[in-house]
């Protein structure tokens, strides 16, 4: 079975564009969760959803962060406009219904997208 | 509030054991998990612990007291591909499905 998919695995852009960040969770999986990765800040969850309803945002820097997730099988992540200090790691995560944030089977994160913002 | 604790870093020789010991502080406790993340990798799931005791995965162990707010990973024979970065993680009191990860341990393995 595939994993988390996301794309594009690399981004750089200027300040002041939009950018957007996809991820396809695993299928038959009804928690995904978008987390951001960086050195001073560590892992830190920006937002989750359970049946692709948005459950916790509260992770969501600012308004400039939004995030959708139309179905079961797709979710974006756009930062308009972006700014140098979002440069990270981000990262999407699904898991299963029993599991939420903790569990035996965990969560299951994709290779990333490496944001760079000039 | 919620906090975790653990080393910023270890380092041992290849065939030895490492303990990566972790503390929470959490006001109500739903479960200890370990994830193990490479250079350039993604974080990935090693284990879980919800009751007190140790839970055994091949090389890799996880240890929990509830009583003492800590649990503990443990790696034996340990191999140069487990030089990585090991987080603990607990999750948010409020918030079902909302992990709280700590700072991560580097772990260095040396020939």
């Known amino acids: 079975d595939a994993g988390v998919i996301q794309s594009p695995r690399h981004e750089v852009t200027e300040m002041g564009q939009e950018v957007t960040l996809r991820c396809k969770p695993i299928s038959g999986h009804d928690y995904l969760f978008w987390y951001r990765q960086t050195m001073m800040r560590g892992l830190e969850l920006l937002i989750y959803f359970n049946n692709n309803v948005p459950i916790d945002d509260s992770g969501m820097p600012e308004d400039r962060f939004s995030a959708k997730m139309p179905n079961a099988s797709f979710s974006t992540l756009k930062i308009q406009p972006s700014e140098p200090r979002d440069s990270a790691v981000y990262f999407c995560?699904?898991?299963?219904?029993?599991?939420?944030?903790?569990?035996?089977?965990?969560?299951?994160f994709g290779p990333g997208t490496r944001l760079t913002v000039l | 509030g919620q906090s975790l604790e653990q080393p910023s870093e270890v380092t041992a020789v290849e065939g030895a054991i490492v303990q990566i010991n972790c503390t929470y502080q959490t006001s109500g406790f739903y479960g200890l998990s370990w994830y193990q993340q490479h250079d350039g990798g993604a974080p990935t799931f090693l284990s879980y612990n919800a009751l007190d005791g140790l839970e055994e995965t091949g090389r890799f162990s996880s240890f929990l007291s509830r009583s003492d707010s800590y649990g503990y990973l443990l790696l034996q024979e340990l191999q140069m591909k487990d030089s990585a970065s090991y987080f603990c993680a607990v999750r948010v009191n409020d918030s079902w499905g909302k992990l709280q990860f700590g700072a991560g341990t580097q772990v260095v393995v040396t020939p």
């Open positions: 995560a699904s898991s299963l219904w029993a599991s939420g944030g903790a569990s035996p089977h965990g969560q299951f």
